[in-house]
Nanobody
Framework: QIHLRESGGDSVQTGGSLRLTCAFS????????VGWFRQVPGKEREGVAC?????????ETYYADSVKGRFVISREKNTVYLQMDNLTPEDSATYYC??????????????????WGQGTQVTVSS
């Protein structure tokens, strides 16, 4: 079993930055693809970014159109980060990280990942 824990959520003003952290432990070999998702009450969960550190070629990253150029996903061993810059109120949500055995983030942006953290709240005020 793998355990994922998010941190770094906070309240910021428009234009601000946050760095979310997803630390995972346990059966970390499950975490081939790791994604960030976000959800607002009453709406479906949205895929924000995904990372797949291929052993044989450059790390692959994927982003939702709404965050391209503002968010950067990265990974160091058993920790995945989401650097979020130039935040807007539309970025306000609960952010979750999720891991899956699947390769190449092929399931992203669907939320059909096997293991999830509990989420961290991001609030951006205008």
């Amino acid at each position: 079993q793998i355990h994922l824990r998010e941190s770094g959520g906070d309240s910021v003003q428009t234009g601000g930055s946050l760095r979310l952290t997803c630390a995972f432990s346990g059966d970390t070999y499950i975490a081939n693809s790791v994604g960030w998702f976000r959800q607002v009450p009453g709406k479906e969960r949205e895929g924000v970014a995904c990372i797949y550190p291929s052993p044989s070629r450059p790390t692959e990253t994927y982003y939702a159109d709404s965050v391209k150029g503002r968010f950067v996903i990265s990974r160091e061993k058993n920790t995945v980060y989401l650097q979020m810059d130039n935040l807007t109120p539309e970025d306000s949500a609960t952010y979750y990280c999720a891991a899956d055995r699947g390769l190449f983030c092929y399931k992203w942006p669907t939320d059909d990942f096997s293991d999830w953290g509990q989420g961290t709240q991001v609030t951006v005020s205008s």
